[in-house]
């Protein structure tokens, strides 16, 4: 079970720190990512991080913004996210997966209830 936290509204330029803590003593095996779905649009990725926390990735739009980490002994893993945008609006969502951190939906195996970040202009 993956619980989302940390959204809010904040102004633009403004930063906020995601967490997204897991049960089980298991974290440890999993990639995981963040995703954004904003109303009306699809969810797409923003950042990923391996098993270890060695190795990242990040959408196009998350580069030199947003940091994503992990804590294994805490079994959460965070996105630090600063310099917010207005288009940063959206319903944010972190994930497990098994085999990779990538960036497509399809392939994470579990997911959260979301946390709702709002960034006014």
């Known amino acids: 079970q993956l619980q989302a936290s940390g959204g809010g509204l904040v102004q633009a330029g403004g930063s906020l720190r995601l967490s997204c803590a897991a049960s089980?003593?298991?974290?440890?095996?999993?990639?995981m990512g963040w995703f954004r779905q904003a109303p009306g649009k699809e969810r797409e990725f923003v950042a990923a991080?391996?098993?270890?926390?060695?190795?990242?990735a990040y959408a196009d739009s998350a580069k030199g913004r947003f940091t994503i980490s992990r804590d294994n002994a805490k079994n959460t893993v965070y996105l630090q996210m600063n310099s917010l945008k207005p288009d940063d609006t959206a319903a944010y969502y972190c994930?497990?997966?098994?085999?990779?951190?990538?960036?497509?939906?399809?392939?994470?195996?579990?997911w959260g209830q979301g946390t709702q970040v709002t960034v006014s202009s």
């Open positions: 991080i391996s098993r270890s926390g060695g190795s990242t």
């Open positions: 994930a497990a997966s098994r085999r990779t951190y990538g960036s497509t939906v399809r392939e994470y195996d579990y």
């Open positions: 089980g003593r298991t974290f440890s095996s999993y990639c």
